[in-house]
């Protein structure tokens, strides 16, 4: 008699853990290739755009990640900061399959940043962001011994000029495979 309603509770915890596990992957995976697909998305229809351009590219993104180098190989980030944003987290998932699919294949990951700041700050800050990408891919089950960090700080702008474009594409992570 007693036992009764302890199945019950059970059986609603485990009911409320399937929703709340099937409900998490669609989100980020939607909301991240928007982020990454910002400069081919061209449409007038603010929700209708997002979704279509959001499907596709999932598909690409999943179907290059087991077997091909994913195409999208940089990531920004925000201004003297080394927090992966939200929308290229399925960038990096992208990257960690691949990895994780091909034991035999390496990328260096390369760390740069604006040119403001000293040289010495800007080295660690780069060296802090390719490193916060390496931990991001070894909890996803990447091996260490496949990913190099190396930071170039401001050495290598990938866009001249002392703007704020500028220095936006030049905060980031580049993987070389």
């Known amino acids: 008699m007693q036992f009764k309603p302890y199945a019950r509770t059970l059986i609603a915890a485990m009911s409320m853990a399937v929703m709340a596990g099937c409900s998490s992957t669609g989100g980020t995976q939607e909301g991240s290739m928007d982020g990454t697909a910002g400069a081919g998305g061209v449409g007038t229809g603010t929700a209708g755009t997002g979704q279509v351009s959001g499907s596709g590219l999932g598909e690409g993104a999943g179907q290059m990640a087991g077997s091909r180098i994913p195409e999208v190989r940089t990531i920004y980030f925000a201004y003297d900061s ?54 991001f891919l070894s909890v996803q ?26 220095y936006a594409q030049n905060r980031r992570v580049v993987f070389a495979y």
Not at 148 to 158: D, F, I, L, N, T
């Open 141 to 166: 089950g990447v091996s260490p011994s496949q990913v190099e960090v190396v930071s170039y700080g401001e050495e290598r702008p990938a866009a001249r000029g002392s703007n704020e474009e500028a």
């Open 82 to 135: 080394d927090t992966i944003r939200p929308e290229f987290q399925s960038v990096l998932q992208s990257h960690a399959r691949f990895l994780q699919n091909n034991g035999n294949a390496r990328v260096v990951l390369q760390g740069h940043t604006d040119e403001r700041g000293t040289r010495e700050y800007n080295l660690a800050l780069g060296e802090r962001r390719a490193d916060a990408v390496k931990r």
